[in-house]
């Protein structure tokens, strides 16, 4: 229980924002990237390669007094499907949130097909998620699948 | 068909009514293929990338309906050279056309021009995704020599891994019950995910690596396509394989009265010359229907029918 409670103190608690769990560790910094949090002036705490039980290793973001909208975790759904996000009130967990998968991903991801029209002209990427429990997408223009693992970001 | 939209970028929005709806209408052109339908529109072809074949079939479907074409080539020679963006060029040109047929090097082309153009689009080839008035002009020639869709027991042979019009006829063929076989070399053999398509739908088909008098004798319907050598990467493979996937008269002797031979053209060698003179040969009618097959897609498109 000790030893717990030493690995927790690694990550200061927040009384009020938002805590982001459960991120793979190689994913952290495109969270903080999509979530726009280098613009963000309250306290951010970025814990990377922390064991855990689940995943073996993982990422946690803590933002003080910042809380996210769905449409804006949606966008996290994208690079890793089983992040969590605990809402902090008064130093207690008062909900948590997994992200969902949305129907549809605009601007966010590049297609990986060099030939698709996205990558040459200035416009919005656009990808229907077609299979939400293996996280595979599929472009609107050129119908190409990525799999979750060749899902690259703009 | 969506209707508010009379773009024609794929046939996977179109069910079974809509497709033997414009090949009705395609029998409606091939019997009266000169009118004035097209009286006072302008239809605007561009080709980004070269293609004579195709452009001349949309080009003489206006004319003989009419209609006044302007348009491009090569883009070589317009504004995109200079890096004008698509939308900017689709943007300009809907200002002068009433409909937009449009070939592209890049896959989705046509589909953001659409999003972007006030007038419909037709799409005459994507890159490497998508070609529908070839494959209509494909179904219209099964329909018109067979007599009907359903029930056919169609041979595709070549390239069926970066080959689009067979990827396009799967999708487009859902809808009549065939039986498919695949011939093939090992490095061109259908994609599984087109095959994982066959079963969702399914469409039976059988996969052969051996191209013969036993595996044609039951087709009704032999669908070459060109072997290309740049499609290798083993270039031993090639060498192996390129003269095993050809067709030569002396195999079509034990085959269906009824069977005919289609290609979507340029051949080159899959198709021995001594093919040509045999009454099963129709490749050169399946051209010819792509005129009356776009005279019908270009009506649509402009709701005039």
Do not use: W
């Not at chain 1, 499907?81 to 129907?103: H, Q, S, T």
């Not at chain 2, 605007?44 to 479907?61: G, I, Y």
Request: hydrophobic share 40%; proline share 4%.
């Amino acid at each position: 229980m000790e030893k717990k409670n030493k690995s927790e103190q690694l990550v200061a608690a927040i009384e009020n924002g938002t805590v982001i769990d459960h991120i793979p560790s190689d994913k952290v910094f495109d969270v903080v990237n999509l979530l726009g949090l280098t613009s963000i002036a309250t306290p951010i705490t970025i814990g990377a390669n922390l064991s855990s039980h689940k995943m073996g290793s993982k990422g946690i973001i803590k933002i003080a007094d910042r809380y996210f909208s769905e449409e804006e975790c949606s966008k996290l759904s994208v690079i890793a499907p089983n992040i969590v996000l605990n809402i902090i009130r008064g130093y207690e967990v008062i909900e948590k949130k997994a992200i969902p998968m949305p129907d549809e991903i605009k601007g966010i991801v590049r297609c990986c097909n060099p030939m698709c029209i996205t990558n040459h002209e200035p416009m919005q990427t656009v990808f229907h998620v077609v299979d939400k429990s293996r996280g595979t997408l599929r472009c609107r223009y050129c119908g190409k699948d990525i799999p979750k693992n060749e899902i690259k970001l703009l | 068909m969506d209707i508010t939209s009379r773009s024609l970028i794929s046939l996977e929005g179109l069910d079974r009514n809509d497709i033997l709806g414009l090949l009705r209408q395609a029998f409606t052109f091939e019997a009266q293929p000169n009118s004035k339908i097209l009286d006072g529109k302008v239809v605007a072809t561009l080709f980004f990338e070269p293609s004579t074949r195709t452009r001349l079939s949309f080009e003489t479907a206006v004319n003989r309906l009419g209609g006044k074409v302007i348009g491009f080539s090569d883009a070589a020679t317009t504004s995109s050279s200079k890096g004008e963006t698509l939308k900017d060029t689709i943007m300009m040109v809907s200002n002068y056309a009433d409909l937009i047929i449009m070939r592209h090097y890049l896959e989705g082309a046509a589909k953001y021009a659409s999003e972007v153009s006030p007038v419909p689009i037709i799409n005459a080839g994507d890159g490497a995704n998508q070609h529908p008035s070839q494959t209509m002009l494909d179904l219209y020639s099964m329909l018109k020599t067979q007599g009907r869709l359903d029930n056919l027991e169609i041979l595709l042979v070549g390239d069926l891994k970066y080959g689009r019009t067979v990827h396009s006829m799967l999708t487009a063929m859902r809808f009549f019950n065939p039986t498919f076989h695949f011939i093939s070399p090992e490095e061109l053999k259908m994609p599984a995910e087109y095959k994982e398509f066959c079963k969702e739908n399914h469409i039976g088909f059988t996969e052969h690596s051996d191209f013969n008098e036993k595996v044609i004798a039951n087709a009704d319907i032999i669908y070459m396509t060109r072997v290309q050598r740049e499609r290798f990467t083993d270039l031993m493979e090639y060498e192996r394989v390129k003269d095993s996937f050809i067709l030569h008269n002396d195999m079509l002797a034990n085959t269906k009265p009824n069977l005919r031979i289609l290609h979507p053209l340029p051949r080159v060698n899959e198709i021995s010359q001594d093919v040509d003179s045999n009454p099963k040969a129709y490749y050169f009618q399946q051209a010819k229907n792509g005129l009356f097959v776009r005279e019908a897609l270009i009506c649509n498109a402009l709701n005039l029918l």
